[in-house]
């Protein structure tokens, strides 16, 4: 269906919410008559943030998101009086935080009609789930929130529950390798990036600039033909892994330096002898990187069990090799998928990767 001319201004709000069509329709809709709260269900990189910043444009915009007004601008770029964003300042969202959103969202707005409160990792609110069960279940008329998380785990399906829930899956690599070849990527470094993305856009803008990014994924594929049975090989290239996830972050660390250096300028301006919340930024930065060098593994391992699945489809269509090879293949692919998953657990990185490299050289030997 063809936008109306009242339609355009509404859908330019969500330009910077890429490859999410479904979603920034179901938005686009809620804009007009919204509910008391929101549920924005995906990945770090998915859209979620772009599109909680747009969402509250349209709902702070007195002209129901023209996209050119000052509360359009300031709410997209998150100034706005009436956009709240509640960040964890520790490891998860606390009750300190859910104690702060009480108090929040029983405050009148300043300027426009409502206020937003965006909520970003509730999925790390399972502790403080009763007081936010309590907040989303009796909020003021004229708050709405917009909660962003990466799943909802058992303890927040309640909370959930009382949300309008809007899906952001990964973003299809197609997609990214678009979005980067509109960017003047070419297209094959494109799709590559896209392959290594994970379906997270902020990694794949990061990862386009990054010299060592091919170097890293052919390290990966190269696991299957260099191991041979010996724990000191399965030792050497853990560490050769671990340290090429450390150089994956590089660009974010790259990226934060540049953040606290403009917030510094920004102090010195107004004065300040210090950056006010600097202590916060730069635990959010710390908390980031852990998560990106965690995911830069998770994605790793993703190339790793590819390359065996390769080797078993070759086996299939009749390539020489030993009749045990696919059951081995098959075995492979479920430890690394195995070993994948219990990263969210923080274990011990350099022992959880020698251990799978020593029994995926058991099963070549």
């Known amino acids: 269906m063809t936008a109306g001319p009242d339609d355009r201004p509404v859908a ?7 490859g999410q069509p479904r979603a920034v329709r179901a938005l686009r809709a809620a804009a007009r008559d919204p509910v008391h709260a929101y549920l924005f269900r995906g990945a770090e990189g998915s859209g979620t943030r772009a599109a909680a910043r747009a969402f509250a444009a349209a709902l702070l915009c007195p002209d129901g998101g023209c ?6 601008h300031r709410a997209l770029a998150g100034t706005h009086p009436d956009l709240v964003t509640v960040e964890r300042t520790g490891a998860s969202l606390g009750v300190d935080e859910a104690r702060r959103l009480v108090g929040l969202a029983q405050r009148r707005p300043f300027e426009a009609s409502r206020q937003v409160l965006a909520v970003a990792d509730l999925h790390l609110a399972v502790r403080s789930a009763p007081a936010l069960l309590k907040t989303v279940e009796e909020p003021p008329a004229s708050t709405v929130f917009v909660l962003l998380a990466d799943s909802i785990p058992p303890e927040l399906v309640t909370v959930a529950s009382r949300c309008v829930t809007v899906d952001f899956p990964p973003l299809p690599t197609g997609v990214i390798a678009g979005w980067l070849e509109a960017r003047g990527v070419p297209g094959a ?5 896209a392959e290594g993305a994970a379906g997270d856009l902020q990694r794949a803008a990061l990862v386009a600039g990054d010299p060592g990014f091919a170097d890293r994924l052919e390290l990966w594929r190269s696991v299957p033909a260099v191991l ?4 000191a090989t399965a030792g050497l290239l853990a560490r050769q892994l671990l340290g090429a996830a450390d150089a994956a972050v590089e660009p974010l660390k790259a990226e934060h330096a540049a953040e606290l250096a403009a917030m510094a300028d920004e102090a010195k301006d107004f004065g300040e002898r210090g950056v006010p919340g600097r202590k916060d930024v730069t635990e959010r930065q710390h908390r980031e990187e852990r998560r990106w060098r965690t ?8 190339v790793l069990a590819r390359a065996y699945r390769d080797r078993l489809a070759d086996q299939v269509a009749g390539a020489p090799g030993p009749a045990s090879g696919s059951r081995s293949y098959e075995a492979a692919i479920g430890m690394i998928t195995e070993v994948a998953e219990s990263l969210q657990r923080n274990p011990n990185e350099t022992l959880l990767l020698e251990s799978l490299l020593v029994r995926l050289g058991s099963l070549a030997a």
């Open 12 to 18: 330019a709000l969500f330009a910077e919410v890429v």
């Open 295 to 302: 995911d830069e593994l998770r994605i790793g391992l993703g």
């Open 67 to 72: 996209g050119q007004c000052s509360a359009c």
């Open 228 to 231: 041979d049975g010996q724990g």
């Open 189 to 193: 470094q494109a799709a590559l990036v």
